[in-house]
């Protein structure tokens, strides 16, 4: 169960980018909102998967040793990534990006992919709407796909379950995860909308 939607959406994205052509030896892959359940389960699939991984997060400084701990290789604030650049392409930093923010983040990060990278797209907690152009699609051949865990088809979710599954290292599953019982579920609630909450929470209904 710790594993859940996040952790099927998380897989989802990797598998989409590594068809496209993604590779460790590809260069580093940044992972945004990387606190988060999906954000900090691509963290520590990629390293497993023997990728260098950035994690992006407003809380560097209190979440950086958990994030080294999930295989980050390093944690940078994502004010550093959170405006929409000036101009259509900067400097090229991201082999990859897993991208659980939308918003102005996905705006920044298109504009500074690799040659031929893509962004697996699977969140929107920075907002819906994102300010681009086609130019990184056009002169550096990028991609932007969306990531849906929800309408997925049946057919194949058995091999990313399994997948993702077999990747994880489950002792650190386990120190990613925080079980609660139903009458926590209101402070679990409230510390969630106050950015608060890292790594997965399991609701135990028993208790």
């Known amino acids: 169960m710790a594993i859940g939607t996040a952790g099927f959406t998380a897989m989802l994205a990797i598998d989409q980018l590594e068809q496209a052509g993604l590779r460790p030896s590809h260069g580093p892959v940044l992972v945004t909102g990387a606190s988060g359940g999906v954000g900090s389960t691509a963290v520590h699939l990629l390293a497993r998967l023997g990728y260098e991984v950035v994690a992006s997060t407003g809380r560097a400084a209190e979440r950086?040793?958990?994030?080294?701990?999930?295989?980050?290789s390093d944690v940078i604030e994502r004010d550093t990534i959170a405006d929409v650049p000036e101009r259509p392409l900067l400097t090229e930093r991201w082999a990859g990006v897993v991208d659980a923010v939308g918003g102005s983040t996905l705006s920044h990060v298109l504009a500074e992919l690799k040659y031929g990278a893509g962004v697996a797209a699977c969140g929107l907690a920075g907002g819906d709407k994102i300010t681009s152009t086609v130019i990184p699609f056009l002169l550096r051949g990028n991609n932007l796909f969306g990531i849906d865990s929800v309408m997925r088809p049946i057919e194949g979710r058995q091999e990313v379950w399994q997948r993702a599954a077999s990747t994880m290292d489950l002792a650190m599953l386990d120190?990613?995860?925080?079980?609660i019982g139903l009458a926590e579920l209101p402070d679990a609630a409230e510390a969630i909308l106050q950015g608060h909450v890292a790594g997965r929470w399991v609701v135990n209904v028993n208790r």
Do not use: N, Q, S, V
């Open 175 to 179: 120190a990613m995860t925080t079980e």
């Open 64 to 72: 950086r040793d958990d994030l080294i701990r999930f295989g980050a």
